[in-house]
């Protein structure tokens, strides 16, 4: 019933879908706040005063998920290294989960996200090659990597925008290799996230 009652509340008038915190049920404007649960991973959509509880706050149920990517123009990775890592396709994203203790690999499919279970030794020389990754925030940011045909791109993103991507591809994926549409959705996600994401300063300045 509580569930019912939940989903009854986004809507002020048939026909009319509005988003609503999900933690007080305001009514929320696009573009507004997420915050995960890192033991479940589930994220929450959130008004600014629920997001502004958990800013900067440790040991609380939920966490606020930064809304800026960085573009890594100048990420370090060879294909001995991003084999070493052993994923079965092109597109990943690496986080630290709190609650795991340990570093987690995803990439998306059509099913979902999927975790890589394989040994990830290959991480510590690639943060060593890459001292940003040193810096990224557990829980809510990740490096997502987008290494399909010739593509090169790498980001610090918000863990939103990574389970963005993989409800992109479970949406429009069909067949074995996807097809136009999901491609097409997939170009667009990397080239909307480039568009807006900053630059570090140190490789704004060199460009």
């Known amino acids: ?35 995960i649960e890192p033991a479940t991973r589930q994220i929450q959509c959130a008004c600014d005063p629920c997001a502004f509880l958990f800013s900067n706050q440790e040991g609380t149920r939920f966490k606020r998920i930064p809304r800026d990517a960085t573009y890594l123009s100048t990420f370090q990775l060879t294909d001995l290294q991003w084999g070493a890592l052993m994923l079965p396709i092109q597109l990943a ?7 795991d203790g340990r570093l987690v690999a995803l990439y ?23 001292p ?18 010739e593509r090169r791109e790498y980001f610090i993103a918000p863990i939103d925008k990574c389970y963005e991507l993989v409800g992109l591809i479970r949406a429009k994926w ?6 136009t549409e999901a491609w097409k959705a997939i170009d667009g996600f990397f080239a909307e996230l480039a568009k807006n994401a900053r630059v570090p300063a140190k490789e704004a300045a060199s460009a």
């Open 1 to 35: 019933m509580e569930e019912t009652l939940n989903a009854l509340r986004r809507f002020v008038r048939p026909g009319v879908l509005v988003e609503r915190c999900d933690l007080c049920a305001a009514e929320v404007i696009p573009g507004h706040p997420h915050l």
């Open 108 to 130: 998306p499919s059509p099913a979902g996200a999927t975790e890589s279970l394989l040994p990830l030794d290959a991480w510590g020389e690639i943060v060593s090659d890459n």
């Open 93 to 99: 994203f690496f986080f630290h989960s709190t609650p």
């Open 132 to 149: 940003v990754l040193a810096k990224l925030e557990p829980d809510v940011e990740a490096l997502l990597v987008n290494r399909v045909g």
């Open 174 to 179: 069909s067949g074995l290799s996807g097809g």
